[in-house]
């Protein structure tokens, strides 16, 4: 079973950093590639990155390269989230996701299992 928890969220300002952490239950990190989303209200999801399971590539998209970076702690069973240079339209629900393979067009693809999302919150 695959149970993923993301925290970290909260309130910030225009050019603030926040870090958003998941915490995936078991061998989740050593059997999936983990995946960020973010959806606003009355927009469609979007996908801002993932990092695969074996070689640990990483990919964004493209409204936040160069802002956020993906990592994981295998040890902690945690993927982080850096977001750096924040604006007001990074505001969002964050989820995290798992599934197989993270691909370039990782925000094409249907990921299997999803956490229960951590609020940000960015004010101009």
């Known amino acids: 079973q695959v149970n993923l928890v993301e925290s970290g969220g909260g309130l910030a300002q225009t050019g603030d950093s926040l870090r958003l952490s998941c915490y995936a239950s078991?061998?989740?990190?050593?059997?999936?590639?983990i995946g960020w989303f973010r959806q606003a209200p009355g927009k469609e999801r979007e996908g801002v990155s993932c990092?695969?399971?074996?070689?640990?590539?990483?990919y964004y998209g493209g409204s936040v390269e160069g802002r956020f970076t993906i990592s994981r702690d295998r040890a902690k069973r945690t993927v982080y989230l850096q977001m750096n240079n924040l604006k007001p339209e990074d505001t969002a629900t964050y989820y995290c996701?798992?599934?197989?393979?993270?691909?370039?067009?990782?925000?094409?693809?249907?990921?299997?299992?999803w956490g229960q999302g951590t609020q940000v919150t960015v004010s101009s």
């Open positions: 996701t798992a599934d197989v393979a993270c691909t370039p067009a990782f925000w094409m693809t249907t990921w299997d299992y």
């Open positions: 078991g061998s989740t990190l050593n059997r999936y590639a």
């Open positions: 990092i695969s399971n074996s070689e640990g590539k990483t």
